[in-house]
């Protein structure tokens, strides 16, 4: 009976600490906010700006995402208003919910936030309305939130453009290839008499590299925008198996070690499709260390110098660029528009171009993004 009263008592303490250590986790993001806040109002006029917006991201230190920025930041200076990377202030020290708890905490005049359809996100974005905080959610969207709009691209139109691209490597590249099937052949008794060899034509594997940590639909409307493209424009009696992977992004380490697994296998995708900078990068890399240039083909995601001398060596197909600067520039507009009217359109589209090995030169002589 004395164990048993104990229990309560145990896991009351317990769930203390855990809210404690969360209670000064956030008090020391705040104040480390502050401290920050108030050495860049040290380093200008308090006074210079109308408003004040944070922007939080994934992945601070992709060039995607400071294009991003920089869109926002230079539009911000257009409309009196100051933008702020917070990713950039506290790095990887804290995730996106606890950096949207400072935010909320500060009081800005407005958050721009990579969302995701977590339930935790989308109390903090309905926290943040009520706090009258305007959000805009930002390449991934939180459909059942508060938010004010979402700044993204056109998930359906993209998964399309990516599965004209894979039927269009597999005519320039005539695929599938036939390949030979060797099989043992048995007596009565079981004994093997001989190997047998035979022609066959095995389908196109295409694999679709998937965020393990994304929680909303953008990528799944994607992949269904390939999956029905290819289905109805594909060639009669051709089989293409489709197949979903997810990989681990927590960090780059981690995605490269989620890519080299798919190399270790023995029968090896002929295309590879990346809905993301980082996957496409470390999936190129890999492409080159096990020196399969040509055999796996690459069909990649954004702009970056990288991937761009990528496609020029033909070691990236293509990949579809999308206007990250426009991306940040529609989010500062969004707010401005909201705090001037009181509401604002519930979607603004990206534009996406396709880069391949007919267009590069154009990109690559005055193009190209620094990394």
């Not at 004395?2 to 600490?17: A, Q, S």
């Not at 990887?92 to 339930?119: L, N, P, Q, T």
């Not at 935790?120 to 009520?130: C, G, K, Q």
């Not at 959000?135 to 993204?152: I, K, W």
Request: hydrophobic residues 35%.
């Amino acid at each position: 009976m004395n164990k048993d009263r104990r229990k309560p008592k145990k896991y009351t303490f317990y769930l203390g600490i855990t809210i404690l250590l969360l209670v000064i986790t956030i008090i020391m993001g705040v104040f480390a906010f502050t401290i920050y806040l108030g050495r860049y109002t040290q380093k200008s006029n308090p006074n210079r700006y109308g408003r004040y917006y944070i922007m939080i991201a994934e992945n601070n230190s992709a060039s995607f995402w400071k294009s991003v920025y920089m869109g926002a930041y230079e539009e911000g200076l257009l409309q009196d208003s100051y933008v702020d990377f917070l990713n950039d202030t506290f790095g990887g020290s804290y995730s996106k919910e606890d950096m949207m708890r400072i935010a909320i905490a500060s009081e800005v005049d407005g958050i721009i936030v990579a969302a995701d359809e977590s339930d935790e996100m989308t109390e903090l974005i309905n926290e943040a309305a009520e706090a009258e905080i305007p959000v805009v959610t930002l390449y991934g969207d939180n459909t059942q939130s508060n938010r004010c709009t979402f700044v993204g691209i056109g998930s359906y139109d993209l998964g399309r453009e990516y599965g004209r691209q894979v039927l269009e490597i597999m005519r320039k590249k005539q695929l599938p290839r036939a390949q030979v099937q060797v099989t043992p052949l048995y007596d009565e008794d079981g004994v093997r008499l001989m190997w047998t060899e035979k022609m066959i034509q095995r389908p196109v594997k295409v694999t679709v590299l998937m965020s393990a940590h994304t929680q909303d639909s953008g990528q799944n409307i994607l992949c269904s925008g390939i999956q029905e493209t290819i289905e109805n424009e594909k060639q009669e009696n051709v089989e293409i198996e489709l197949s979903l992977v997810t990989i681990d992004d927590t960090n780059t380490f981690s995605v490269e070690e989620s890519i080299r697994d798919i190399f270790m296998e023995e029968d090896l995708p002929d295309i590879i499709v990346c809905l993301n900078e980082l996957n496409t990068t470390c999936a190129y890399q890999a492409v080159v260390d096990y020196n399969k240039v040509g055999q796996v083909n690459i069909l990649g995601y954004y702009d970056s110098d990288t991937i761009l001398k990528a496609i020029d060596r033909n070691v990236i197909y293509a990949t579809a660029k999308v206007d990250a600067a426009q991306m940040g520039k529609y989010c500062v507009e969004a707010l401005t528009e909201y705090h001037s009217f009181g509401n604002t359109s519930q979607y603004f589209m990206a534009d996406i171009e396709l880069i391949n090995k007919d267009n590069i030169a154009e990109y690559l002589d005055g193009g190209a993004k620094s990394e």
